[in-house]
């Protein structure tokens, strides 16, 4: 296996394998480079500069997906079929279907969280800041750090998998700022 990361100021995705690491190389205009995500025989770049995803194929073309928010953040869904993206601007998390090539809403009310309010509750009632981490487990879960809430939390998706209609709890984490 391979780790891959990124270099946001220089525009550059780094490939760390065997203990060695590389630049990897290309004539695409890597900008705003803010995660990597690798799965599915493609690795998968949050440009959120650009409102959008850079597409590396296994012969290294590039291809973008077009985004309606600035991806900070990136995870798979629990089958690889969806991009989960947290922005660090929109207050929401959205779910990008990899094969139907379209975007969902799945959480947050498009309001950031402030002292002395409730910020849990219905997904898509619950306020969301800055998401900086994800990660969805095999169970589905999607785990978010919050960094604008100073939390670490959960969505839990409702029956039949739709997280729109799922929950959002927080698990570490008490005061803003």
């Known amino acids: 296996?391979?780790?891959?990361?990124?270099?946001?100021?220089k525009g550059k995705i780094g490939v760390v394998k065997n203990s060695t690491h590389v630049t990897f190389d290309s004539e695409y205009a890597f900008t705003d480079i803010f995660d990597v995500l690798c799965g599915d025989g493609k690795i998968y770049a949050a440009l959120r500069g650009g409102l959008k995803l850079a597409v590396i194929s296994s012969d290294n073309s590039v291809s973008e997906i077009s985004l309606s928010i600035k991806p900070y953040k990136i995870a798979f869904n629990e089958d690889a079929s969806g991009i989960?993206?947290?922005?660090?601007?929109?207050?929401?998390?959205?779910?990008?279907?990899?094969?139907?090539?379209?975007?969902?809403?799945?959480?947050?009310?498009?309001?950031?969280?402030?002292?002395?309010?409730?910020?849990?509750?219905?997904?898509?009632n619950a306020l969301i800041g800055q998401v900086v981490g994800l990660y969805c487990d095999e169970d589905g879960y999607l785990y978010f750090s919050d960094s604008s809430a100073c939390r670490f939390r959960v969505l839990i998706p409702g029956v039949g998998g739709d997280y729109s209609k799922g929950i959002v709890r927080t698990l570490a984490g008490t005061a803003i700022g």
């Open 1 to 9: 296996g391979a780790l891959y990361t990124s270099n946001k100021d």
């Open 84 to 124: 989960f993206i947290g922005p660090n601007n929109h207050n929401k998390i959205v779910l990008y279907d990899i094969a139907a090539k379209s975007e969902t809403h799945v959480a947050g009310n498009g309001t950031a969280p402030t002292d002395g309010t409730t910020i849990d509750g219905a997904a898509l």
